[in-house]
């Protein structure tokens, strides 16, 4: 099971946990194979991370030059002090967690938006090109 953030989804993912709205309403249960519409819906509701089967989306290789990418790779030197605190570790571990979250959601995030504009400057030679 991996959490990855709505943005990495993809079409052909199968839910490993039920996607909950903040007001608690259940939109889909497990085991349900992610569509596009599915994952429009998931953006329209505000659903930030959903629970995917296996782990489809690979999050080790960020990309360094974002703020979350940088800090999740300190993690350890941060923590160098506290390995034998188990209280300090979790702490350690839902950082880093949640720093690879963000830092993958900003990748894909700017991935979407340079091929928006990608399909938007195709769109405006097409047009061009016609008239």
Request: net charge negative; aromatic share 4%.
């Amino acid at each position: 099971m991996q959490k990855i953030p709505v943005k990495m989804a993809a079409p052909g993912m199968t839910l490993a946990k039920p996607v909950v709205r903040a007001d608690g309403i259940t939109l889909v249960g497990a085991g349900v194979e992610l569509s596009e519409a599915l994952i429009a819906r998931f953006e329209q509701a505000a659903i930030g991370t959903i629970s995917v089967k296996g782990t489809p989306v690979q999050m080790d290789d960020l990309p360094g030059d974002t703020d979350y990418g940088r800090r999740a790779a300190r993690m350890d030197h941060l923590f160098r002090k506290h390995a034998g605190d188990p209280f300090m570790m979790t702490l350690k571990k839902v950082l880093s967690q949640y720093f690879r979250l963000k830092a993958a959601a900003v990748a894909a995030e700017a991935a979407a938006e340079a091929a928006a504009a990608e399909t938007s400057e195709a769109a405006e030679e097409a047009a061009g090109g016609d008239a």
